[in-house]
């Protein structure tokens, strides 16, 4: 679109569909991701991410999503031609506030369902353990977690191998 803007420059007539269309998608790309963008004096326009040129005249540069070990393989956003892989830093728009959520909210929803899941599994297994089963053995844990990770790890017990082991009484 930067292209066919750029060309019909020494036209008569102004491309006003590709300036409405451009516009149009620089405010959906503004929105998604923040991006910068500055007309030139051939009505092509130089759009900035991060601080890193995302298009200028006919050329575009390109972005893609990559597994990012240091944050539990969930995906970053890194520019396509950089060794590094390093991640873009989204200072607005929707892809920022997602990730946002992901790595700051959501983790600390998860650090409070863990503790809830880690207390209620902490009284059961101690009313368990302070009785006997039908057997007149000791109780033992009814349920067991991963520490750090008690939401998604919370189960019974596999020792409890037999339903008469699941009645503590003291």
């Known amino acids: 679109l930067n292209a066919e803007i750029g060309r019909s ?16 998608l620089l405010d959906q790309l503004s929105q998604m991701v923040g991006i910068t963008s500055h007309v030139q004096d051939n009505n092509q326009v130089l759009v900035s991410l991060d601080g890193h040129a995302l298009v200028i ?6 972005l893609e999503a990559t597994p990012d ?20 830093k989204f200072r607005s728009g929707e892809v920022s506030g997602i ?10 929803q998860m650090t409070q369902l863990n503790t809830t899941v880690t207390s209620l599994m902490n009284r059961v297994n101690a009313i368990q353990r302070s ?10 844990d ?12 919370f ?5 409890l191998t037999s339903s008469r082991m699941l009645a503590a009484a003291t």
């Open 131 to 140: 009785g006997f089963d039908l057997d007149g053995n000791a109780g033992i």
């Open 69 to 88: 070990m240091t944050n539990g393989g969930m995906v970053k956003i890194n520019w396509a031609d950089d060794p590094a892989k390093t991640a873009l």
């Open 9 to 24: 420059q020494g036209s008569q007539t102004q491309p006003n569909a590709q300036l409405d269309e451009r516009d149009r």
């Open 57 to 62: 005249g006919n050329r575009s540069f390109t």
């Open 99 to 108: 990730l946002y959520t992901r790595d700051v909210v959501m983790g600390d």
């Open 142 to 153: 009814l349920f067991t977690a991963v520490a750090g990770q008690e939401a998604l790890s």
């Open 155 to 159: 189960a019974v017990n596999p020792a």
